[in-house]
């Protein structure tokens, strides 16, 4: 059984030549998860998948129940964990269409069922989070994106936003100040969860947008989508790669 799974954020509700084979079960001891978790194939090789927003798209970032998603993941036996995120920019050179894979992470995200020591019975544990992605699974990613000719930057600070409004232009000037690289909506609690779980995990960032303020022209969600449309298949293709590699040990 496959130990990979990937979460899927805006824009990979569905996963490029992803053939699905079996699901599991939505509920966990946290609620519901946001889909299904998927088990299937891509390009020969097994992968778990989990829409982060459901399917069709209809969960905003801040009613995802995280916990249930990671908890059913770990459920299924999934080990490591790539997230995919659409980020905006909060320096010029990342425009619409890059690639990055976050090193750091700052939480600005509030009121979510962040932990699961949550309570007298689930005892307190405070963990290590000084590295929020897992140095190897990063570097593995980082691999397989140069394996498939893409330029994914290494390493930048997240900064995770509540959201589902995009920021004003002074909070990304703040963002920036405060040393993030992108911004996006979901990257916490998913990974502190992932790390309460003892799961490795890393995320992949597609940049679909500068940051508030930081272009002529205003965000727009079709500008968003068409970076979305032409990138997925990019995506899937440093996912594959990542598995083949995985698979070869
Ligand atoms: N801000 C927050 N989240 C995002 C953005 C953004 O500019 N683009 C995509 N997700």
């Keep these: 059984m496959s130990s990979i799974a990937v979460i899927g954020g805006t824009g990979f509700e569905q996963m490029t030549d992803f053939a699905v084979e079996s699901e599991s079960a939505t509920l966990t001891p946290w609620g519901r998860a946001s889909h299904p978790a998927l088990r299937g194939r891509i390009g020969g090789h097994t992968l778990w998948y989990l829409p982060r927003h459901g399917r ?39 425009q619409p269409g890059q690639l990055l894979a976050p090193s750091q992470i700052i939480d600005y995200t509030w ?28 570097s593995k990613l ?30 990304v000037t703040r963002l920036h100040r405060d040393g993030g690289d992108v911004v996006g909506m979901t990257g916490m609690p998913e990974a502190g969860l992932a790390r309460e779980l003892g799961l490795n995990y890393a995320s992949l960032c597609l940049v679909v947008n500068p940051g508030a303020g930081l272009a002529e022209q205003p965000i727009t969600l079709d500008a968003m989508r068409e970076v979305l449309e032409t990138s997925a298949s990019r995506v899937s293709a440093v996912i594959t790669r990542l598995l083949a590699a995985a698979e070869r040990g």
């Design 142 to 171: 980082l691999l397989a994106a140069a394996a498939c000719g893409e330029d994914c930057i290494d390493g930048g600070v997240y900064a995770a936003t509540q959201g589902p409004r995009l920021e004003s232009a002074a909070e």
């Design 111 to 138: 009121g979510r069922e962040h932990s699961y020591y949550d309570g007298e019975e689930t005892g307190l544990e405070h963990v290590d989070f000084s590295f929020p992605y897992s140095a190897k699974l990063r």
């Design 56 to 94: 069709p798209h209809h969960l905003p970032p801040h009613r995802i129940n995280y916990r249930a998603n990671l908890w059913l993941l770990r459920e299924q036996g999934v080990q490591q964990v790539i997230a995919i995120n659409a980020v905006g920019g909060l320096r010029a050179e990342l």
